[in-house]
């Protein structure tokens, strides 16, 4: 898949994402603790446009995609293809401590056991689930390593 | 019990009286009698003064047997009573009684998919309704106890 | 013009067990046929993500599970955890301090109050009320600092255990918790005033997705939609479990059976969740140490079974916990969550209503935050496919 933007990561990922991350949000199965905590890191209490952080239309106006849940099988495929309907630039960010390494249901029969099982993560947020404030924090420290130029 | 008395009229369907705790009553029925007991239910109490609350199948290999338990509420006291019946684990088949009361649906379908009880009469049965992929091609049961998933 | 189309809502559930259908590709929850604009047809889908619970349990210790069955689902884990940790408390024979009994009152209640200003968020979120689900999530912030100041964390409480809770409560937290208490419950008073007055509101809830009451029990609803409907069932009071045959609380009943009617139980229900804190928090026994030495636990369980109920902010959670006396684990454990049958049983509530007012009903129900996911919107005449937010459908597909 060799978008329009492939090639030119560097700065024109700083420039479309670094002020303006539009996020996606996409759950594989968790518990919904996660889910809510990213909800409410929308929320007024956190204010996260101050950051130009906004939820994105759809999967293909999506700039950071956040990811909830242990992968299981069927979600793993699911997770796969969203991810490659996503333009470049794109980062994926693993919430929480299923999206991490599966979490308590590591070794159930029928959980991956990790985002990065599936897609590439640049950021992992421990919790069960994170606060709010990690949440945006993990985020916040993607973009600074995209300014960096590390990822 | 006071909700009890109110059973009287399905005394000859109850074989054996038992309890779990805390304290709630487990009524033994033939699986062959479920729809009378139902259909009795209904008369006995009205189509709303009971609900199927849960519907649990246990795996007993070691008597040969998959015990089905009905846990229903009777209302308005809130009361639950377990009707609790054995299948044979070789050939676990009962009549489905969802048509009759349909907060029963899930919970067929749930025993199904998961321990492989039949109930005849329910089309809405299927592999797949909570297990995953795998299991279904492998044929396997996950809730059994020699499932190999 | 009005051609027939099919809707997808796409979601994950709570319920600990659930797959993807092996027929389909995405994991739906409901299908919705339509024709033009009104809904004809339903399929409810049980494309959860499947995460074994059930079986994990056999395979894990008795007080292990407690940790696991808190993550059955992250919005009501305290009562999944009172739930199961009684059933083992009946296993063992044993009762917690009264102060302890208290204390899980008090996580409970406040555990309903954010998932009843949750489901009401995101109600009005999808009848296009963006404003106020802002609003009412801000001042839910103050329960999930009431929560965190009494279980150590906001969301997963990880509070209640064989014997009692592992956290106590000292006078500073207790004076913390009744100080959050009193200023949110004007603002609970102020949202139940809007969800009464607000044209907005009322336009697209009254009258839209009832269920009678002999509906509701024949299909076995539960919680807030079976009482918006007159059905006056809750484990609360019929099971008096933990403290609450110590405390005075009122079991919340409605007749209009509308999505409407459901958010005002869950309004009332949420004010009366504060009355019940305020009394812990006032009464608060001192009869003991609520909190069990973990390492002194009873690590063998005689054989038994026992099944117990709890009130949980959807409706009545079960959980049946078998023992063969042989081991360190469960023979079995059966969870049936009140979304299992709410979710499972709903298609009836939508058919007659209009595709917009699928929203609406959808959270009534409160399936989870998840139906803030998109929908696909296909339109079976030209086979085109449209995702939208599943609130925009609120505005007219």
Request: glycine share 8%; charged share 25%; proline share 6%.
């Amino acid at each position: 898949m060799s978008a329009v933007l492939s090639g030119t990561r560097g700065l024109s990922a700083v420039r479309v994402i670094r002020y303006s991350p539009w996020l996606v949000h996409f759950n594989t199965g968790a518990c919904n603790g996660c889910d809510i905590e990213v909800l409410a890191a929308k929320t007024p209490l956190y204010d996260p446009e101050r950051f130009g952080i906004k939820l994105a239309p759809s999967v293909r106006h999506g700039d950071v995609l956040l990811v909830t849940g242990a992968v299981t099988k069927k979600a793993g495929e699911r997770l796969r293809r969203l991810y490659e309907q996503m333009p470049h630039p794109k980062f994926v960010v693993a919430i929480g401590a299923c999206a991490i390494s599966g979490g308590v249901f590591q070794g159930s029969y029928s959980v991956l056991g990790g985002a990065d099982k599936v897609v590439p993560v640049s950021v992992y947020v421990p919790g069960c689930p994170p606060r709010p404030e990690a949440i945006i924090d993990g985020v916040l420290k993607l973009l600074e390593m995209i300014s960096r130029g590390e990822v | 019990m006071a909700a009890l008395e109110r059973l009287k009229s399905l005394g000859e369907l109850l074989t054996a009286r038992s309890s779990i705790l805390p304290g709630r009553a487990v009524l033994e029925f033939k699986p062959d009698d479920v729809r009378r007991l139902f259909s009795g239910l209904i008369e006995a109490l009205g189509p709303d003064g009971f609900f199927v609350s849960t519907i649990s199948a246990t795996d007993l290999p070691g008597e040969g047997k998959v015990r089905l338990d009905y846990f229903v509420v009777l209302l308005p006291e809130e009361e639950t009573l377990v009707f609790r019946t054995y299948l044979p684990r070789d050939k676990p088949v009962i009549q489905s009684v969802s048509d009759l009361v349909p907060g029963a649906l899930p919970g067929e379908c749930e025993a199904y998919d998961l321990l492989g009880v039949v109930f005849e009469g329910n089309a809405q049965l299927k592999r797949g309704f909570l297990a995953p992929e795998d299991a279904v091609k492998l044929d396997e049961y996950p809730l059994r106890k020699d499932s190999r998933v | 013009m009005g051609g027939r189309k099919i809707v997808e809502v796409p979601v994950t559930l709570e319920v600990p067990v659930g797959p993807q259908h092996p027929a389909l590709h995405e994991p739906l929850l409901l299908r919705v046929y339509a024709e033009g604009e009104e809904i004809v047809r339903v399929e409810v889908n049980t494309g959860y993500n499947h995460r074994g619970i059930e079986k994990l349990c056999e395979k894990n210790s008795f007080h292990k599970n407690v940790f696991i069955i808190g993550r059955v689902c992250g919005i009501c884990n305290t009562v999944h955890t009172d739930c199961y940790v009684r059933a083992l408390e009946h296993l063992l024979g044993i009762e917690p301090c009264r102060r302890a009994l208290f204390l899980r009152v008090l996580a409970m209640e406040l555990e309903r109050i954010h998932s009843h200003m949750l489901a009401n968020a995101v109600l009005a979120l999808n009848v296009g009320f963006e404003n106020l689900f802002m609003n009412i999530m801000l001042d839910r912030e103050r329960v999930m600092k009431a929560k965190e100041v009494l279980t150590g964390s906001r969301v997963m409480a990880d509070y209640i255990i064989v014997g009692g809770v592992r956290r106590g409560l000292d006078d500073d937290k207790r004076d913390k918790i009744a100080g959050l208490l009193d200023a949110l419950a004007p603002r609970l008073e102020y949202y139940k005033r809007v969800f009464e007055e607000d044209e907005t509101v009322l336009k697209r809830t009254i009258d839209v997705g009832k269920a009678s009451r002999l509906d509701a029990v024949r299909h076995s609803l539960l919680g807030p939609v079976a009482r918006a409907s007159g059905v006056a069932v809750d484990a609360r009071a019929s099971e008096r479990y933990d403290a609450y045959g110590e405390l005075d609380f009122n079991v919340v009943v409605k007749s209009e059976g509308d999505v409407w009617a459901r958010a005002m139980v869950r309004w009332d229900e949420a004010l009366e969740a504060v009355r019940i804190a305020r009394q812990v928090l006032e009464k608060l026994p001192s009869d003991g140490n609520p909190v069990p030495d973990e390492r002194k636990l009873p690590r063998k369980f005689p054989a038994g079974e026992a099944y117990t109920r709890v009130e949980a902010p959807r409706g009545e959670l079960t959980y049946y916990v078998v023992s063969d006396g042989k081991g360190p684990n469960p023979y079995r454990v059966k969870i049936r969550t009140p979304s299992f049958n709410n979710i499972v049983n709903s298609p009836f509530m939508f058919v007659g209503y209009s595709v917009a007012d699928l929203p609406a009903i959808l959270a009534s129900l409160d399936p989870c935050i998840s139906c803030m996911e998109r929908v696909t919107v296909i339109d079976v005449e030209n086979g085109a496919r449209r995702s939208m937010a599943l609130r925009e459908l609120a505005g007219g597909a």
